[in-house]
């Protein structure tokens, strides 16, 4: 199904937010989703009100008909020269703390101008008993839409491996799914949970 690769990513100290909000986002003009239409930009969200953990930011890409070998591709880009200008732009204003590899459980779906609500949880049964769980809890929130489902790929991702992102209709749905898995410890742990706005939208 495809490789999916997520970035999480810190404001550097002392930047100020306008200059990080136009020097970071992963979709600015001519970037790199502009550039490389192979990589699928499904998020680009800053964490909002305060509510999880950091790093503040991820981006979230998805290369459908490919696995490492893309990752081959993005060092010879990366060497040859020609997107230092927007490796510049945004390393003057942020830094990618830790990426991961993630299989997708489900197929990712690119969104923009929500409201996200992320759960970082540990798999504590089969990728198969996590997919059917999280389908069946999707069918049973005809609100709330499930648009990214992945586990990382080995130990190539931070902890605690797994990452679900809903997103809703508005702050008040949270009551619909925020206790929802409360006590559960099979086939996945909630570990921690956090909501997110598109980047630029978030508030501190």
Known sequence: MGLIYIEYISRLPGVDLDAFRNGAPANTEGGWAAGYGEDQLVLDVGRTWRLGPEPEYFAVWYTADANFERIDAWDRIMRSGEVDHLLKQFDQVARIDVAGCYEPLIEPVSTRN???????????????????????????????????????????????????????????????????????????????????????????
């Open 114 to 204: 929500g409201t996200y609500y992320a759960e970082f949880f540990r798999a504590n049964g089969d990728l198969e008993s996590i997919r059917s769980f999280y389908t069946a809890r999707a069918r049973s929130h005809q609100h709330l839409s499930l648009n990214l489902l992945v586990y990382r790929i080995g130990r190539l991702g931070p902890d605690p491996g797994g990452l679900a992102v809903w997103v809703l209709p508005n702050f008040a749905a949270l009551a619909e799914i925020a206790q929802e898995l409360d006590g559960v410890d099979q086939p996945v742990e909630l570990v921690t949970a956090a909501t997110y706005a598109d980047f630029g939208c978030e508030i501190l």
